[in-house]
């Protein structure tokens, strides 16, 4: 068994797709399904359910045992070369981070530019999530860190607290509350449940809404008077007062979190919390 092919069959597994398998680890397809056979024999068991029919790859039972024990092996040589690199005061490797819409598109560009310039040899693969993906991602070890609005209810997570923030309900001063038609996020945003509450409280029922998955697009919308919504204070700030009207302020106070698993956390992602936390002034 070696340890080309269970990173191949993880991955696999993750992108549920032999050609995604191939470009991601820059093989062959061909290639992917000799790993994927060798590994077959060495375990005794089909690892995958070869249906003809099916759309995408279809894991065994048996498969998922290997796939979650590969994952730890895997985790494991990570990190100790980590740790091997770090003695000798070199951080390398890649740091995975999952991040929800307004940490990604408000706060990250300034915390990666500080981490990368002091550590010049950590990749860093950042992926744009809503709430409960990032949740799911933490849970099957697809990410090292989570970076959040609100909390998750994940056990087994640690969860530490980064940043502070506010919505506010912002609109074109020709806009009614009752008629307008109301920018809301997507499904799993900690925004959209925010706003739902507080319309909910205002016994306001939109009349139409708009629903994007952006705070850039949610903002650009506003600004355009196609709409009233939810947006953070970092942005609302850049909204000319004369033309636009503060419906109301902090309907909902945020926390930003990191998230990281309490058992055998990354040292990266101990790493990015541990240099911010002295580098970084949100």
Same mark, same amino acid.
């Given at each position: ?26 093989? @062959? =397809?061909?290639?992917? &399904?000799?790993? /994927?056979? !060798?590994?077959?024999?060495?375990? *005794?068991?089909?690892?995958? $359910? ?31 070369? @980590? =740790?091997?690199?770090? &003695?000798?005061? /070199?951080? !390398?490797?890649?740091?995975?981070? *999952?991040?929800?819409?307004? $940490? ?179």
């Amino acid at each position: 068994m070696k340890l080309t092919e269970l990173r191949t069959f993880v991955t696999l597994v993750e992108t549920r797709h032999f050609t995604k398998t191939a470009e991601q680890l820059f093989l @062959s =397809q061909p290639t992917i &399904s000799v790993h /994927v056979k !060798r590994l077959e024999e060495d375990v *005794g068991h089909s690892l995958l $359910i070869r249906d003809s029919f099916a759309i995408g790859v279809e894991v065994s039972e048996m498969g998922w045992i290997v796939y979650r024990h590969a994952k730890e092996i895997l985790f494991q040589l990570e990190q100790m070369q @980590s =740790q091997l690199d770090e &003695s000798e005061g /070199v951080f !390398r490797g890649t740091l995975r981070i *999952g991040a929800t819409h307004t $940490i990604h598109e408000i706060l990250l560009d300034d915390m990666i530019h500080l981490f990368s310039r002091a550590h010049p040899e950590v990749s860093l693969d950042i992926q744009l999530m809503n709430h409960d993906q990032v949740e799911a991602a933490l849970k099957h070890r697809e990410i090292d860190l989570g970076m959040i609005e609100g909390e998750l209810t994940l056990d087994g997570m640690r969860q530490i607290v980064f940043a502070r923030d506010q919505l506010h309900i912002i609109g074109a001063m020709h806009l009614a509350l009752e008629d307008a038609t109301w920018i809301v996020r997507e499904e799993g945003s900690a925004s959209r449940y925010a706003l739902h509450r507080w319309l909910h409280a205002s016994s306001i029922v939109p009349a139409r809404t708009i629903t994007v998955d952006a705070n850039y697009l949610a903002r650009q919308l506003i600004l355009n008077g196609s709409g009233i919504g939810a947006l953070s204070e970092r942005l609302v700030t850049s909204f000319p007062s004369e033309s636009f009207t503060l419906h109301a302020k902090g309907i909902s106070n945020r926390t930003f979190r990191y998230v990281l698993p309490e058992k055998m956390p990354t040292r990266l992602a101990e790493r990015w919390i541990d240099f911010l936390e002295t580098n970084w002034k949100g």
